[in-house]
């Protein structure tokens, strides 16, 4: 594998109108890796996946996709080259079956000339493998109302149906943010199974034990700056957290609440 | 979406009552089955089972069934169109003002009057799409600007809000606007299949066919759910939502105006008076028949059950000993009802589509 990234940001700034929101962001995505951008809320991070994924445009700086320099007018420009940005619950409509979910706005038909049906069959039949290729095997129904799935399998769906159609740069805003222990896992599982097959991978999250479990390369974002970028196992889970809470030790938080409840 | 749904089922593991009753169209059929009972018993005595009679209902029933299937489309997708209720007249305006003062052809004045609809619903797509304020106050604003328009244009042009329809030739009159009998006789004894029904009734059943195609076979159906459950994802993945919100006020304007033309044919007139009820009519329809409110979810199936039940009801009363006076009350509850029945087989459809795998 060649060492150009998939996708790299060089000194990136976004500003709207005075407001600056991030200040010399560069980043590189390589394929196969899991880059793990990690934030508090209000860090940056939406308004950094946005300009990933050609929402907006940087005010500052430059985007390479392989190397060369790239900018993308509208979110589709981007996705056509391959960035597809998984939201939490976007991408999923709930009162659709797992066919028609998967193949919305590509629906496969069949039939001559104007009269085109949709190929319920062949639909329900590539969306079930595809997720069963991911790990969901309890789908085995392409007939089934998304509504009744958990969180976890609409995730796991959102992020196979981009895989399936030719994402190579994967953005997942917080997959696991709104999921319990075990669903959070699943999607892990699901990232994982991505980055082996050789996407980039952009994960988004605040929660640093789902960074650990699946990060190639950590990014922290305080107040729109890379605060601290490293690699696996640089730096242990208390560092991490420490960095995001803005440097501010969470030991001493907890030796400052233990203190007040003592005195209490 | 839902019909294969059960059929899969049945292959899988036998019939099952209860697929039946999970496809989202169920609760309308069921409701539409209890009502025709209902009125089939207490309106025997004054023949509401015969040809005649079911034609009364039928005929009622079609003209709010052609705006209501589109009205459900836009349903589906998250808007509302309420302009129908001034389009209607319009759609028969035109057309009476196009045959009587201009002297044009039938089919091309039909033709006339659906591009004007067409160019009206364009209007409200692109006011809605653009500008983002809600469709229920776009077309609340359209309703009033062509009911005046009616009103004007009529008394400028030809100096009055009736216009008289003239006869459009025998073939045009069969297929926009006449009275349909089908009566087998060998001898004295007549057999009726039915009689007194009106061309709409007939348009009323092509059209759900298509439009059953549009939304249940075709992808396009899909993009109508997509942009319903989801309309940013539905962008997103690369739908077109503002055209295809456009086309989808194109298409209940339209129809409404050919609910206007097909009654300004029956009558030989057409009258410029807003048909304020359609409006109301159309969405009980639409509502009776299981479309979700908040959009995403409905079936051209359960939209034509929902008509039917409403029909009966709303004519039905008509045939029985009950105080007319009750009507609107009887419709107050049926949308009640139905709007909690719908809830409860919504609930169904996704709790457990399939059987469980453990």
């Known amino acids: 594998m060649t060492d150009t990234p998939v996708l790299e940001m060089r000194h990136v700034d976004k500003s709207f109108g005075p407001i600056d929101v991030l200040h010399d962001i560069s980043l590189k995505i390589r394929a196969g890796q899991v880059l793990c951008l990690l934030g508090d809320n209000g860090a940056g991070k939406s308004t950094l996946i946005k300009t990933l994924s050609g929402v907006h445009q940087p005010t500052r700086g430059e985007m390479l996709l392989d190397g060369k320099p790239v900018s993308f007018a509208n979110p589709k420009a981007a996705q056509e080259m391959g960035i597809a940005t998984v939201h939490q619950f976007g991408g999923t409509y709930p009162l659709m079956s797992v066919g028609r979910n998967f193949f919305a706005g590509a629906e496969p038909t069949i039939g001559f000339g104007p009269f085109k049906f949709f190929d319920r069959v062949t639909a329900n039949r590539i969306a079930v493998e595809q997720l069963h290729k991911m790990g969901i095997t309890r789908i085995t129904d392409g007939d089934r109302i998304v509504g009744g799935l958990s969180g976890g399998e609409r995730q796991s769906l959102a992020i196979a149906r981009a895989v399936y159609f030719g994402a190579r740069v994967l953005i997942l805003d917080e997959p696991t943010a709104a999921l319990g222990v075990k669903q959070a896992a699943h999607v892990l599982r699901i990232v994982n199974e991505a980055k082996r097959r050789g996407l980039a991978v952009v994960f988004i999250t605040h929660q640093v034990m789902h960074a650990m479990a699946v990060g190639d390369d950590f990014a922290v974002l305080i107040r729109g700056k890379v605060a601290a970028s490293f690699a696996k196992g640089e730096k242990t889970r208390e560092e991490i957290a420490d960095l995001m809470a803005g440097g501010e030790s969470m030991a001493e938080l907890e030796a400052d609440i233990n203190a007040q409840e003592e005195a209490a | ?358």
């Open chain 2, 1 to 358: 979406m839902a019909k294969t749904t059960s059929n899969e089922k049945q292959s899988q593991g036998g019939f099952s009552i209860l697929s039946l009753f999970r496809r989202p169209e169920a609760g309308a059929a069921a409701g539409f089955i209890l009502i025709f009972l209902f009125f089939s018993i207490f309106g025997w005595e004054k023949n509401f089972l015969t040809a005649l009679g079911s034609s009364t209902w039928l005929n009622f029933a079609s003209k709010v069934g052609i705006i209501a299937i589109p009205v459900g489309f836009l349903m589906i997708a998250g808007e509302l169109d309420i302009s129908i209720g001034a389009l209607i007249p319009a759609g028969g305006i035109v057309m009476a003002l196009a045959v009587g003062i201009y002297d044009m052809n039938v089919w091309v004045a039909c033709g006339l009057s659906l591009a004007v609809a067409a160019g009206i619903g364009f209007i409200n797509g692109w006011l809605v799409t653009r500008t983002n304020v809600p469709s229920l106050i776009v077309t609340l604003a359209t309703l009033f600007v062509i009911a005046g328009l009616n009103a004007y244009l009529s008394k400028q042009i030809a100096g009055t809000t009736q216009h008289s329809m003239p006869d459009v030739g025998p073939v045009s009159e069969y297929l926009l606007g006449d009275y349909h009998n089908l009566i087998f006789t060998s001898g004295d004894r007549e057999m009726v299949i039915f009689r007194s029904l009106q061309s709409s009734f007939f348009i009323w059943i092509v059209f759900a066919v298509v439009c059953f195609y549009v939304l249940h076979l075709s992808p396009w159906g899909n993009w109508i759910f997509a942009m319903g459950g989801d309309q940013e994802s539905a962008r997103n993945a690369g739908i077109p939502t503002r055209r295809l919100k456009i086309a989808l006020f194109m298409l209940s304007a339209m129809a409404a105006a050919l609910v206007g033309m097909s009654e300004a044919v029956l009558a030989n007139t057409a009258s410029t008076t807003t048909q304020f009820g359609m409006i109301f009519n159309t969405i009980i329809c639409v509502v009776v028949g299981g479309v979700l409110l908040t959009g995403g979810f409905g079936t051209v199936t359960g939209t034509v059950f929902g008509t039917l039940t409403f029909g009966i009801v709303f004519q039905g009363i008509n045939f029985t000993t009950f105080d007319k006076d009750l009507n609107l009350l009887f419709i107050g509850v049926l949308l009640l009802v139905a709007v909690l029945m719908n809830d409860t087989f919504r609930n169904l459809a996704t709790s457990a589509s399939t059987t469980k795998k453990k």
